[in-house]
């Protein structure tokens, strides 16, 4: 029994493990990234794409609700992200959360799209060494934003585009 429960432990650790690996195959005659993840040699210093979000304090009703979201690469190389999952392409999948303070989710009202995989190459957008790249989305085409109240913005598209976002936002939304 002690074995067993050793083999399952280890087999359930190498199965969470494997998750979070990240193999976009984006391998084409012109482009070679193995990952979104760069690891130096040697060290346990570790040099990823990451991304943060910003919007305005205070949107009346009316206005866009315009959320930006950038794409930064610290590495010393070019790095590759899958931008499905991202605002990168059209509301064709929920990968925002956007809920009221008072917890009540937003309904997204986006397209849900089925996908090959993996993802074919020109699915990968490339940020160059030291260097962002930037697009910003209109929350109100994939979102139903009416009431007025706070609003908080959650990014949960990590496991498609292999992209980080630490922090939500939030943002007012005024008659």
Known sequence: MKNFNSVLSTALILALSSCGMNNNGAK?????????VTTTVGSATEKALFAKMSIKDTIKNGESVELKFTVYNNAD?????????TPFEPFISK?????????EEVDYKGAM???IMPPPASSYVAVNAKDSTT???DLLKGYQ?????????????????????????SFVYAK
Request: net charge positive; aromatic share 8%; glycine share 6%.
């Open 135 to 137: 697009t910003t989305v």
């Open 77 to 85: 190389t070019t790095q590759h992200f899958c931008k499905w999952h």
């Open 113 to 115: 799209a089925k996908r």
């Open 28 to 36: 084409s005659s012109t482009s070679a990234a193995d990952s979104t």
């Open 95 to 103: 990968y925002l959360d956007v809920k009221l303070t008072s917890g």
């Open 145 to 169: 934003i009416t009431k007025p109240g706070k609003y908080t913005v959650s990014y949960v598209g990590q496991n498609m585009s292999g992209l980080i976002v630490k922090d939500s936002i």
